[in-house]
């Protein structure tokens, strides 16, 4: 029987006791290429299958721990179909697994698990490959989660693809992603389209080409978006903008594969992956009548939602470093002075990341010297008016947290678990696992945040624990 590719992943059940048989599912695994070892929480975890006889709230917290936000693969597998009623499928995803499975859901489950692993593998491989690296910047998790996606659907499918998200958030760059991923050999460049700027009058000409003499001005034959894209990409930006006419017109050769030039009777084949971006609500439009429902499920294939930069944190600095490079690059970079750094993580962006790539860009042209960036290069009308104004944590939003857990019948002494439990995995999240950098931002020292983490799974293997306090 055929088997993908060899794959690595760790093999862990939180309670042993529920799967005694570890050691043969492994011998099972490692016959379908698939290598494990044990999970060992002191190292980088990178892939891992976490097998469970039963979902219970021990094993959602493992999952909450080592996923990281998702960065982290995990494929949990179930004993048996029956670990998964109850919604219990659902309530894995949201906690961190990748994939669900049940190991007797098929007569080669060891294939499926191979499969899965091997896909996951191929599609990080390409997301940490240079021609991705260098077109989108970011590792927090809700960018990374969006990028597998698209490269995956980018690379192993030719499906159409929906991008949607606030204007700044890097739609043209995805769609120039989908079309450096995508696997057809003699592609052409990715050919754009800003729906936008399309003049009704020559919008046919733009979408179709058109013939010498077909009109006033047609000196020339020329080729539309259409032909451009032929064996490529064509990527449609703001298609919400397109005007009804030229809607139905798309649709046709969406559906068809064909079309004619303007002044032309003679029917030409395409054959393109149609990418396009919105920053609206499409399907509010098609409820409103403005845009229509048979062209928004034919360009909606896929559809993701790009997040926007107050999403995504985590990557305000190392965009900031990437923009910077890009002015200089033959330069050594100076430094962002920590003032500087604390300002563009609390500015708010409402041009998001194209809106702090034009910031930088102004910081750099009035820095001088050799050495970091202070918070005189930042331009006046850029300044805050007075020293920013720190949130209020102990908000309404955190009281309802507390009256919930109350009204649920929790004790003091589970929500003080539950918050210290939150803290640490949001700061070992985004710390990437790092524990040092995690301990620091908790103001913990590593050991002791090490023996926090191991004293929290310790006492979940004996939740009826009495109070001590």
């Not at 906690?95 to 499975?101: E, K, L, Q, R, Y």
């Not at 007569?107 to 240079?130: G, I, T």
């Not at 034959?221 to 903008?241: H, S, V």
Request: negative net charge; proline residues 5%.
């Amino acid at each position: 029987m055929h088997h993908p590719r060899e794959a690595d992943a760790w093999l862990h059940c939180p309670d042993p006791r529920d799967i005694p048989s570890i050691a043969a599912i492994a011998d099972v695994l490692a016959q379908a290429n698939v290598r494990t070892r044990a999970f060992d929480s002191s190292l980088p975890s990178g892939p891992g299958i976490l097998l469970f006889n039963e979902a219970t709230e021990l094993l959602f917290r493992f999952l909450r721990d080592v996923s990281h936000g998702g960065l982290q693969r995990i494929l949990a597998v179930a004993a048996s179909s029956a670990a998964l009623t109850k919604g219990r499928s659902w309530q894995l995803l949201q906690a961190g697994a990748s994939d669900v499975f049940a190991w007797d859901s098929c007569a080669d489950p060891a294939s499926v698990v191979a499969s899965r692993l091997a896909r996951w593998k191929a599609v990080d491989e390409l997301l940490n490959s240079p021609r991705v690296k260098n077109i989108l910047v970011g590792q927090s998790p809700s960018w990374i989660c969006v990028l597998r996606q698209i490269v995956e659907v980018a690379h192993f499918t030719d499906a159409s693809m929906l991008i949607m998200g606030e204007t700044g958030t890097g739609k043209e760059l995805v769609a120039h992603l989908t079309n450096a991923v995508d696997p057809k050999p003699h592609k052409h460049d990715l050919e754009v389209v800003d729906c936008t700027t399309i003049v009704p009058e020559l919008s046919g000409s733009e979408f179709f080409g058109h013939e010498r003499g077909a009109f006033t001005g047609a000196v020339a034959a020329r080729d539309g978006a259409f032909a451009l894209a032929d064996g490529g990409t064509l990527f449609l930006d703001e298609i919400g903008e397109l005007p009804p006419a030229l809607q139905a017109q798309l649709l046709r050769v969406v559906q068809e594969h064909t079309y004619k030039r303007v002044g032309s009777n003679t029917w030409r084949e395409t054959h393109f992956r149609l990418v396009c971006a919105t920053n609206r609500d499409l399907l509010q439009e098609v409820a409103k009548g403005q845009f229509r429902a048979d062209l928004y499920y034919r360009v909606a294939n896929w559809t993701c939602r790009l997040p926007h930069l107050r999403e995504r944190t985590e990557d305000i600095i190392p965009l900031a470093q990437h923009f910077m490079y890009l002015i200089q690059p033959d330069k050594e970079l100076p430094k962002l002075d920590q003032s500087v750094q604390e300002y563009l993580r609390t500015r708010e962006y409402p041009g998001n990341v194209r809106d702090l790539k034009q910031l930088v860009s102004r910081m750099m042209y009035r820095h001088v010297g050799a050495g970091p960036i202070t918070i005189g290069d930042i331009p006046e009308e850029e300044r805050p008016a007075s020293e920013p104004v720190q949130k209020d944590w102990l908000d309404d939003e955190f009281e309802r947290a507390i009256q919930s857990a109350l009204t649920l019948g929790l004790g003091l002494r589970d929500i003080r678990s539950a918050a210290e439990e939150t803290a640490i995995r949001i700061a070992v999240s985004a710390a990437d696992g790092n524990l040092r950098r995690a301990a620091q931002r908790l103001g913990v020292t590593a050991r002791a945040l090490e023996l926090r983490r191991k004293a929290q799974r310790q006492s979940e293997y004996n939740p009826n624990g009495d109070e001590t306090d």
